[in-house]
């Protein structure tokens, strides 16, 4: 069976070179692509996503790609969404009102509150707790830890049920899984074993390969 190639969103809002070899070290084949015609075949596409909301998603909509990767989430094709690409899936960001998300799954991206012991960025390993059943997750050895680095998180509270809880101050989603939709707040390339094991996992038990 060949390597199941995944389209690597290229939009010029995220390190897609530490994305991609974290990909290709997983099994699987990257297609990067900065244009719509690039997701045509792909047995799944991937949204990275690092900076302001607001520019990740100004980029993402001026590379003309909002309506394709719609149309592909409806259709059924997966797609793994890391850090801000996680955010982008949600309707919108406290960090730009009024700047529309992809709205796929619904619920607003909140920013952490900053505390004497919690400094804003958060920077540093949390430990994933599974929650129902994530295809990333299935039979992950605990106790796993994650790479962060960010100021805005996914609350507990959007509607989805299967993934990894952490917490920073406030129990959020680490990672998620809501039908043919994953992501990750944190970074899988910057994450050793586990975040390699994520992506395996995204390969063998979502795209099959």
Known sequence: MSAPEVALLDYGAGNVRSAARA???????VRLTATPDGLENAAGIVIPG?????????AFDAAGLRDPVLAAARAGQPILGICVGMQLLLTGS????????????????????????????????NALEPRGDSPLLRGLPTPAHAYFVHSYYVPEDVPVTDG?????????????????????QFHPEKSGAVGLGILNRFRQHVLNG
């Open 23 to 29: 990909l290709e070290r997983a099994g699987m084949r």
């Open 50 to 58: 690092q900076g302001h909301f607001r520019q990740v998603m100004e």
């Open 94 to 125: 406290e960090e730009a009102p009024g700047v529309p998300g992809l709205d796929l799954v619904s619920g607003q991206v909140r920013r952490f509150t900053p505390a004497p012991e919690r400094k804003v960025p958060q920077m540093g390993w």
């Open 164 to 184: 990894a809880l952490t917490t920073f101050g406030v129990p959020f989603w680490a990672a998620f899984s809501a039908g043919n939709l994953h992501a990750t």
